[in-house]
């Protein structure tokens, strides 16, 4: 429910709107963090099976 529709004292209705603004911002951010720690892994997991027993990918090095 909106914080707008509910029937609640000003302080408690700008902390209502704080809180919802900030849910609203801080989920995206958290689940986009989580994304790309699991992309980074899975990309470093690709590229050390790719990486020859030498170490380098350079031909003639």
Do not use: C, E, K
Not at 34 to 54: D, E, F, K
Not at 56 to 61: C, F, K, P, R
């Amino acid at each position: 429910m909106s914080p707008a529709l509910i029937p609640l004292p000003p302080v408690s209705t700008a902390l209502a709107w704080a809180v919802s603004v900030i849910g609203w911002l801080l989920m995206p951010a958290l689940v986009g963090a989580v994304v790309g720690y699991l992309v980074n892994m899975q990309i470093g997991r690709h590229r050390s099976l790719a990486t020859p027993p030498g170490g380098s990918l350079a031909h003639g090095a």
